[in-house]
Nanobody, 119 residues
Framework: QVELVESGGGLVQPGGSLRLSCAVSGSLFSIYSMTWYRQAPGKERELVASIRPNNSRNYKESVKGRFTISRDTSKNTAYLQMNSLQPEDTAVYLC?????????????WGQGTQVTVSS
C-alpha cells in the first residue's frame, strides 16, 4: 500500500509563506503525477497545482506566481512552496499521487495538512 504523508501546514499571517511537503512510500515515485488539492470548509475540493513525471506543471489561476510545485525524486517527496499567502488560501491541503497503466488509474491520497492564513 502506498502511503502519502503531508507536513508543513500551520498558521501564518497574510503575506507570509509556507512550504508543504508530501513524502511518498514505495519505489514508484518517479512515475507518479503529483497534485496538491485543497478544501475549505463548505467548499468543493479544488486542484491547486500539479507536476508530472516529466516535470511539466499546471496551476490554479489564482495561485499562479505565488505557489510553486516541485518534486525531489531522490527523496520521494513533492513540495508546494506558497508565498504571499492570503486568507482565501485557508484550507486543508491534500497531496495526491496518480499513475495509469493500460487498464486503470491508480490514485493515492494523504491525510491532509491544515493551512490557516489569518492576522
Amino acid at each position: 500500500q502506498v502511503e502519502l504523508v503531508e507536513s508543513g501546514g500551520g498558521l501564518v499571517q497574510p503575506g507570509g509563506s509556507l512550504r508543504l511537503s508530501c513524502a511518498v512510500s514505495g519505489s514508484l515515485f518517479s512515475i507518479y503525477s503529483m497534485t496538491w488539492y485543497r478544501q475549505a470548509p463548505g467548499k468543493e475540493r479544488e486542484l491547486v497545482a500539479s507536476i508530472r513525471p516529466n516535470n511539466s506543471r499546471n496551476y490554479k489561476e489564482s495561485v499562479k506566481g505565488r505557489f510553486t510545485i516541485s518534486r525531489d525524486t531522490s527523496k520521494n517527496t513533492a513540495y508546494l512552496q506558497m508565498n504571499s499567502l492570503q486568507p482565501e488560501d485557508t484550507a486543508v491541503y491534500l497531496c495526491n499521487a496518480k499513475w495509469s497503466d493500460w487498464h486503470r488509474d491508480y490514485e493515492y491520497w494523504g491525510q491532509g495538512t491544515q493551512v490557516t492564513v489569518s492576522s
